[in-house]
């Protein structure tokens, strides 16, 4: 059993969080005016015209209650007048595929656990359900009405509430980010040994004993002017002359994700591996500025300045910091919001709501497209990832629109490089301590 602590294990957290939960249901229930909500752990999609089934994902709102991430069809119940969440699983005879997950040792205390075989037993199960019941599911496989099937009102009051985390989904967090750290050190050596991305990727699986499956999302390994395209997913299984790294990957643990980034240069005394210094020192620093009560969008304008002042270090500016914010030229460099929330969802829900029933937080028309909005509160896990990249569509935009606003004879310098980006995880706690489980993981 994962002992955490001499006296806490990972399942007496999960008991705690399962009451939890149950507590927050129970208040949105009530608020929602509805008598009970089950959550499938969704089903498998056939490609198109074939046999053959995509890789299996659980559905987003089941992960954040239960461990299981290879059992589809199963069940979770949670009645407002019960003490217990009852669990179904889907027990149907099948000699063609691995035998059902379990659940891990000690997890089933604080559940009921029923087990069926085909959709018509546990509508027996269930009895008549009522209309006070709502479905939340990929796919209707009860039959519920189209008003109780993922009803809007309810999925907000659930993303509201899952903003915090309760101390279970923190250590799973942090779990999974101890699991990554070897894994990115893994990544680093093959790098640095010459490997192609495709072997770099299989390096850091071997690392961390996970398949590509389940990963909580793709891993991004681009070498030198592949850093530059965000979402790098389709690696390359030839060794080029390398340059520059990044890699963006994590684990999931317990269906939480870790999700961190790092950036390599091969030649340790060149100019790319001072910027890659000076990015990590400006990534502290935002880190620094974070904690409860913060805005994410004065932390978007605070990363921006940085990221001036390191090009402007640099003599990649032809005009002043100011002028470069002003005139949104450092857009061409950092192209994406500084970070997200963090759970069961890499892009966790909920960071732009400002009530249960909805409401959103706008956000500033400077940055439309930042997923967090919202103020930083207790409990809540970010990632922090500022990057300077140098993406060739848009600078050939900047070389159109303000071609005096950039030394291009050092913009072509740096454009073999691709690109810099650096991502830590984030924990806020109720005594205002910021706790940086990816340095810790790092320096362990």
């Not at 979402?231 to 994590?250: C, E, T």
């Not at 291009?408 to 454009?415: A, F």
């Amino acid at each position: 059993m994962n002992r955490l602590s001499n006296d806490t294990t990972i399942a007496d957290l999960f008991q705690q969080h399962i009451e939890e939960k149950r507590c927050r249901f129970h208040d949105i229930l009530k608020t929602t005016g509805w008598n009970e909500i089950v959550i499938g752990s969704g089903s498998g999609k056939v490609q198109f015209q074939d046999d053959m089934a995509y890789p299996f994902k659980v559905n987003p709102y089941f992960r954040e209650w239960m461990p299981l991430d290879k059992r589809s069809k199963c069940f979770l119940r949670i009645q407002s007048n019960t003490d217990k969440p009852t669990l179904y699983l889907n027990c149907a005879e099948d000699i063609w595929h691995t035998a059902p997950q379990s659940l891990p040792e000690g997890f089933a205390e604080p559940l009921e656990i029923i087990e069926y075989a085909s959709i018509d037993a546990l509508k027996k199960h269930l009895g008549k359900t009522q209309d006070k019941t709502v479905l939340i599911n990929e796919t209707n496989d009860l039959g519920m009405p189209d008003s109780q099937w993922n009803p809007q009102q309810v999925l907000n009051a659930i993303d509201f509430q899952r903003r915090s985390k309760t101390a279970y989904e923190q250590a799973c967090v942090r779990q999974a980010t101890q699991l990554a750290v070897p894994a990115h050190r893994a990544a680093e050596q093959a790098f640095m040994a010459g490997a192609s991305e495709l072997e770099i990727a299989s390096a850091y699986l071997t690392a961390c004993k996970r398949s590509e499956n389940e990963m909580p999302y793709a891993i991004i390994a681009g070498i030198n002017q592949n850093a530059a395209v965000l979402h790098h997913h389709q690696l390359n299984n030839k060794a080029v002359k390398p340059r520059s790294f990044l890699i963006d990957a994590g684990v999931q643990f317990n269906n939480y994700a870790s999700d961190i980034t790092r950036t390599y240069a091969y030649d340790k005394k060149s100019k790319f591996s001072s910027m890659i210094n000076s990015l990590d020192t400006a990534q502290q620093q935002l880190v620094a500025h974070g904690g409860i009560g913060k805005s994410p969008m004065d932390l978007q304008v605070l990363a921006q300045q940085k990221i001036a002042q390191i090009l402007k270090d640099y003599n990649l500016l032809k005009v002043s910091v100011e002028q470069a914010l002003e005139q949104k030229i450092i857009d061409t460099f950092f192209p994406h919001g500084l970070g997200h929330h963090l759970g069961s969802n890499v892009h966790d829900k909920g960071s732009r709501l400002a009530n249960p029933a909805g409401d959103l937080v706008s956000a500033s028309e400077k940055y439309p497209s930042l997923r967090a909005s919202a103020p930083m509160e207790a409990n809540q896990i970010y990632t922090v990832e500022p990057g300077i990249y140098f993406i060739p569509s848009l600078l050939d935009k900047l070389h159109s629109d303000q071609p005096e606003a950039v030394n291009w004879e050092e913009i072509n310098y740096w454009i073999p490089f691709g690109g810099i980006r650096i991502e830590d995880n984030i924990i806020l706690h109720q005594d205002g301590r910021l706790e940086n489980i990816t340095r810790e993981a790092f320096q362990s």
